[in-house]
């Protein structure tokens, strides 16, 4: 049975859903206990389960982190928030220098089941540290699960197997789809490796997380109308990448477009174009694009249009690859040498 929810109450639905059916769940984090949270993700939940299990911390991200690496290493099962993704620096090392490694430095002795949910991405009209796309950082850290959603049901059955997993997971939620509204079965609870078909197609395909999956469905209903067919997959765990579901997927396109709205340079985007190539070469039949945010800092929010991937810059990289005039600009990609026309 379904229920229509925001990615917000979904998120929601999932805490309370996790701490009703484990006494050893814990949520810890700024604000989440009596207000309820910035985005009002954890409202209700302490009046529900009280402030033992739904835990207000002081305003210091590293401590937060430090208290969950003790909570978890005596085998609770912690959810703790960083408020926002510009904020959870000061909490870098204790995540990469103890949370990533604790499972390893004890041989498998110790687990560490603490889940780490980080509000991410921009277009919500914020300040600086408001709007940040931190998750290669920690895709980098061996040792890491990192995962996202892009949908109120993806956002409900990841965070369920995140708090399931005996792994540490970062959970990064996409603020800009906090309150978009979807269809949720509160039975179904996925995996943190699997990438997903969210639409298929012949021509290119588009993979993508988070807040851009929208943006890549969006431009493949657009490029629709001038008879291209547009593959988008859904990455949804970001470290480990599920590599095999995109190289299938070039093996049928020949054409592969890599989206989000962290920076280009050494990121997901990099690290999948790089794995593709090793291993479906012979299969391009044009160089690979990415679309992403600029190589600078996140702009204010006057000019953070101009910043995040857009329907227009995924239809133009579209075209580049398939070696087109641009519709909507006129430019012309048709002299551009593809991989295919090359051999």
Do not use: W
Not at 206 to 221: C, D, K
Not at 222 to 236: C, F, K, Q, S
Not at 257 to 275: C, Q, R, Y
Not at 292 to 305: I, L, N
Request: proline letters at 5%; zero cysteines.
């Amino acid at each position: 049975m379904t229920e229509t929810l925001t990615l917000a109450k979904a998120i929601n639905a999932a805490l309370a859903d996790s701490l009703s059916g484990d006494d050893r769940v814990l949520l810890m984090g700024e604000d989440i206990g009596k207000l309820g949270g910035v985005f009002r993700v954890t409202d209700g939940l302490q009046d529900t389960f009280g402030p033992q299990r739904v835990i207000d911390a002081p305003l210091a991200e590293s401590a937060i982190i430090g208290t969950a690496i003790g909570m978890s290493y005596r085998g609770f099962r912690v959810v703790a928030e960083i408020q926002f993704d510009g904020f959870i620096y000061p909490a870098f090392d204790q995540i990469v220098a103890q949370v990533a490694k604790l499972r390893y430095r004890s041989q498998g002795r110790v687990t560490m089941p603490l889940t780490i949910r980080v509000p991410f991405g921009g277009a919500i009209g914020s300040v600086e540290h408001h709007s940040e796309s931190p998750e290669s950082y920690f895709a980098h850290t061996a040792g890491l699960r990192v995962v996202t959603a892009s949908t109120p049901q993806e956002a409900y059955s990841t965070l369920r197997a995140a708090i399931q997993s005996d792994d540490p997971v970062l959970f990064f939620e996409p603020k800009s789809k906090y309150y978009t509204k979807g269809e949720v079965d509160r039975t179904i609870v996925r995996d943190l490796e699997t990438a997903n078909i969210v639409a298929s197609g012949r021509d290119v395909t588009i993979a993508a997380y988070g807040p851009t999956v929208e943006t890549a469905l969006r431009a493949a209903i657009a490029a629709a109308d001038e008879g291209i067919e547009i593959e988008v997959i859904d990455l949804r765990s970001i470290s480990p990448l599920d590599v095999d579901t995109v190289v299938e997927s070039v093996r049928r396109t020949g054409r592969l477009i890599v989206a989000h709205e962290a920076p280009n340079e050494s990121s997901v985007s990099s690290e999948l174009v790089a794995s593709v190539a090793e291993r479906a070469f012979q299969h391009l039949e044009a160089a690979p694009e990415r679309v992403t945010g600029y190589d600078t800092p996140y702009p204010p929010s006057a000019v953070e249009h101009d910043y995040l991937p857009s329907i227009d810059r995924l239809l133009d990289a579209v075209d580049r690859t398939l070696g087109r005039r641009n519709s909507r600009t006129g430019l012309d990609y048709s002299s551009v040498t593809t991989v295919g026309a090359a051999r």
